[in-house]
T-cell receptor, first 110, second 112 residues
Framework: SQTIHQWPATLVQPVGSPLSLECTVEGTSNPNLYWYRQAAGRGLQLLFYSVGIGQISSEVPQNLSASRPQDRQFILSSKKLLLSDSGFYLC?????????FGSGTRLTVV | DQQVKQNSPSLSVQEGRISILNCDYTNSMFDYFLWYKKYPAEGPTFLISISSIKDKNEDGRFTVFLNKSAKHLSLHIVPSQPGDSAVYFCAASATGAQKLVFGQGTRLTINP
């Protein structure tokens, strides 16, 4: 069966520090992968998506970047976090009926 | 440009009654629609979907209605239960598109 793993579950980072969130998928090959963010009181905003290794599409200009070094691995990064980067980050992969989401990472930038 | 809109940020319903969540879209190319349910600090989970060739899809207590001419869909939950309290997201996609477009979400609260 297909599963998606996302870690860490929570993270508190100081302003200006780097960020690396990792997402891995099991049980499928060549999935479409996505990073979403849910800011406080707001909906799900698509940040990046990838249709294959090394292929990244950015949806909104921001302080973040994404990489896909392996078929089932998707990484969200930042060199220097801003306060506005706080939020709930979700990884997802595209299943037959829609998306399957990971459990999310609550990022608080202080 | 918000292509999928959920204009009600919150909804409060009494237990046992019907909950109706609404969603509007602007892109006429959308042909597949989904509803997701999200609890705090968890990822959204798939609830129910509908293709544009249908106008209704039912799964237990959940029914989704699609009105293509009005570019409107709704999710009906009946009877509503306390465990239904969550944020509900409407989403849409077009054939060949690589991504889902989500609405802003509606927080549903079921009162005992």
């Amino acid at each position: 069966s297909q599963t998606i793993h996302q870690w860490p579950a929570t993270l508190v980072q100081p302003v200006g520090s780097p960020l690396s969130l990792e997402c891995t998928v099991e049980g499928t090959s060549n999935p479409n992968l996505y990073w979403y963010r849910q800011a406080a009181g707001r909906g799900l905003q698509l940040l990046f998506y990838s249709v294959g290794i090394g292929q990244i599409s950015s949806e909104v200009p921001q302080n973040l970047s994404a990489s896909r070094p392996q078929d089932r691995q998707f990484i969200l990064s930042s060199k220097k976090l801003l306060l506005s980067d706080s939020g709930f980050y979700l990884c997802a992969w595209s299943a037959a009926y829609g998306y399957t989401f990971g459990s999310g990472t609550r990022l608080t930038v202080v | 440009d918000q292509q999928v809109k959920q204009n009600s940020p919150s909804l409060s319903v009494q237990e046992g009654r019907i909950s109706i969540l609404n969603c509007d879209y602007t892109n006429s190319m959308f042909d597949y629609f989904l509803w997701y349910k999200k609890y705090p600090a968890e990822g959204p989970t798939f609830l129910i979907s509908i293709s544009s060739i249908k106008d209704k899809n039912e799964d237990g207590r959940f029914t989704v209605f699609l009105n293509k001419s009005a570019k409107h869909l709704s999710l009906h939950i009946v009877p509503s239960q306390p465990g239904d309290s969550a944020v509900y997201f409407c989403a849409a996609s077009a054939t060949g598109a690589q991504k889902l477009v989500f609405g802003q979400g509606t927080r549903l609260t079921i009162n005992p």
